[in-house]
């Protein structure tokens, strides 16, 4: 429920990655913005900060004071927080960030939603800078930080032909409302990558996810676009359950959309475009690996339904600097090359493994992995993640982020054996500060490739400072 005369505005849960970038894009479109949390830690408190949003800790009744408006609710604040059970006693106007997001800014603009397991992050930040440097004047709300704007939202022309670009994640929304948040988006542009089992601690099947999917495929508009991965086999499964009235496009080796001529190099990767067999032209990117490829070329067919033209989409192709934690080169010391992703899924540790062999030949490729996120921890993938680093010359392996149970928890020391008898040199490490002395041996002409959905203990500077002073 959103007060008609809204001016304040109270987020619990502000200093997590999308609430706290919701706050800033809601400060950005006028709106008086405060928050609470547990706590408030670098980058986000920093942002928070820069951005004059009074942020406080720890979750406390008496921080709703003064009332707001309106209370937004993150999704990882449970029914017994404190702040959240004094809303509800008190019957204030709450709601959740998917559905506030939604009243506030998609319902006036054209929703171009972005989703599926791998890629969100690099195809949405890549179609809103392209977008934008066709001077459409996008608005997004997006999971990383684009290297070409240096936040993660803006607000655009918010106009009902204006494209407002976000990731659509299959999280739940909040504690009252356990739906996916991009069933609150109501795309009328819609991209999907990929459709892989992930998100262990909500879900507990795949066939639970593609349920979701289904949801979000019968619901879309009138005249909604809809591109698909046609190499993902248990996304296409689902694409009888996209409407008569929706427009359906594929991408992929067997898709409307085609990449031909691949070339990949220390500068990036080039291909021609293929529509329906015809040659649409170039594009050459500042990016590496076929999974790039593929998200450039699901991108591209998306804004082609948005009415870009081959020159509009390739020039912004070309500028797109990519975004920080994707393949982002933290800096080299002494012949050592340290790269900082965001990959934990092992689909995503694969591919990126297999776009820096490619794109660093004459280096030995390190992998630095550290389990954190909560399928990662888990042995749901034990063998998945077994094959995942073939393409590494040696792996290092840092302790999970997570305490489970034995039963649940994913094996290092079978990992460790596992990959060893693929022919990868591998080692586990009780700490993350253990792994790092063993980093710093590391030769001349090595990328020591850091794959973590977390901080990962801050290994990418040390390492930088580190290696400089051996």
């Known amino acids: ?133 066709a001077g459409k004047d996008p608005g997004f709300l997006i999971g990383g930080i684009p290297q070409d704007f240096g936040e993660s939202f803006r607000l655009g022309a918010m106009e009902n032909t204006t494209p407002f670009v976000v990731e659509g994640d299959e999280y739940d929304t909040a504690y009252f409302d356990k739906v996916p948040k991009f069933l609150h988006y109501k795309p009328k542009s819609l991209l999907c990558t990929s459709l892989e089992f992930d998100h262990a601690d909500i879900y507990d099947s795949l066939e639970t996810i593609q349920q979701q999917f289904i949801q979000l495929f019968e619901a879309l508009p009138e005249k909604a676009h809809v591109v698909l991965h046609h190499d993902s086999e248990h996304l296409m499964a689902l694409a009888h359950h996209i409407p008569a009235h929706a427009r359906q496009e594929t991408y992929g080796a067997a898709g409307d959309w085609q990449a031909e001529a691949f070339e990949e190099n220390a500068q990036g990767i080039r291909f021609n475009v293929m529509y329906q067999s015809q040659n649409q032209g170039p594009v050459q990117l500042q990016l590496s690996g076929e999974h790039n490829m593929l998200n450039a070329l699901g991108a591209y067919a998306l804004l082609a339904g948005l009415g870009l033209g081959h020159d509009e989409i390739a020039a912004g192709f070309a500028a797109f600097k990519g975004i920080k934690r994707r393949m982002e080169v933290v800096g080299e010391a002494k012949g050592r090359l340290i790269i900082d992703d965001f990959a934990h899924h092992p689909t995503a540790v694969a591919t990126t493994l297999e776009g820096a062999r490619r794109r660093y030949p004459d280096h030995q490729i390190w992998a630095l992995f550290e389990p954190r996120s909560a399928t990662s921890c888990r042995n749901i993938f034990q063998q998945d993640y077994a094959e995942a680093f073939d393409a590494a010359h040696a792996v290092l392996l840092a302790p999970p982020g997570r305490d489970l149970p034995a039963d649940e928890a994913l094996n290092m020391n079978q990992l460790q054996q596992d990959i060893q008898n693929r022919g990868v040199t591998t080692e586990v490490f009780i700490s993350i500060d253990a792994l790092y002395e063993h980093a710093l041996s590391a030769p001349a002409n090595t990328v020591l490739l850091c794959m973590s959905n977390g901080a990962f203990g801050g290994i990418h500077q040390k390492l930088l400072q580190g290696l400089q002073s051996t």
């Not at 006036?108 to 791998?118: E, L, R």
């Open 1 to 133: 429920m959103i007060p008609n005369d809204l001016k304040s505005i109270h987020l619990i849960g502000i200093a997590g990655t999308g609430m706290g970038a919701f706050a800033g894009l809601l400060k950005q479109a006028g709106y008086d913005v405060r928050g609470s949390d547990q706590n408030a830690y670098p980058p986000m408190s920093t942002k928070l900060a820069d951005w004059k949003i009074p942020v406080f800790t720890p979750y406390d009744e008496n921080n709703l004071q003064p009332q707001p408006d309106l209370v937004v609710v993150g999704n990882v604040i449970r029914r017994e927080n404190p702040e959240a059970t004094f809303v509800r006693d008190q019957d204030w106007p709450q709601t959740s960030f998917p559905a506030s997001f939604y009243e506030l800014f998609l319902r006036q603009t054209h929703p171009t939603v972005i989703t599926g397991t791998h890629g969100k992050t690099t195809t949405s930040t890549l179609a809103a800078f392209t977008l934008w440097h």
